[in-house]
């Protein structure tokens, strides 16, 4: 055995090499392949997927937005009316303090003796006439009016919001 012999037992080793190299170059480029393309797959799915819910999310949010805008201006509009009333029911109130609240009242007979005068304010008793009520009765009659008012009108604005909400069950007057 020579170097001749040693040399070709090196040049067989050599390609032995290299062919399972080569095969397992290839084999690992053929793994690489299969794999990017089933990562690519799964991740084109993944953004299809992804964009759907985008798109979703952006109908959901554009149906939601013209929601809250219409109940806003429904809500702007009572609002508008409610303040209109409470304005409304100031001037009802001024106007009721310049007439001032009145009653009717029976004078009665007169005097004692029949005669129909009061002996002392000579002034003829006999049947009905209107009475102004004195002043801190009537500004505490139209004060607790006012109040009882607003509230009525607090009332129905707040009851016209709660039907704008979700799973609110509005009972109604009686």
């Not at 009721?96 to 009653?103: C, E, K, N, P, W």
């Amino acid at each position: 055995m020579g170097w001749s012999t040693l040399a070709r037992f090196a040049a067989w080793a050599a390609l032995i090499l290299a062919f399972f190299g080569a095969i397992y170059w290839a084999a690992s480029e053929v793994h690489k392949n299969i794999f990017n393309k089933g990562v690519t797959a799964e991740r084109l799915i993944w953004e299809e997927r992804e964009v759907l819910k985008a798109n979703a999310n952006a109908r959901e949010t554009s149906r939601l937005t013209e929601l809250a805008a219409k109940q806003r201006a429904r809500f702007m509009k009572e609002t508008k009316n409610a303040e209109n009333k409470r304005v409304k029911l100031v001037g009802d109130i001024i106007d009721l303090r310049i007439a001032g609240l009145q009653f009717t009242a029976d004078c009665g007979s007169g005097s004692a003796d029949g005669t129909g005068e009061d002996p002392d304010t000579g002034v003829n008793g006999g049947g009905l006439t209107t009475v102004r009520l004195p002043e801190k009765i009537e500004g505490d009659l139209l004060g607790m009016t006012k109040n009882a008012q607003v509230c009525v009108i607090h009332y129905d604005l707040l009851r016209e919001k709660m039907k704008s909400m979700p799973n609110v069950v509005i009972v109604p007057d009686s």
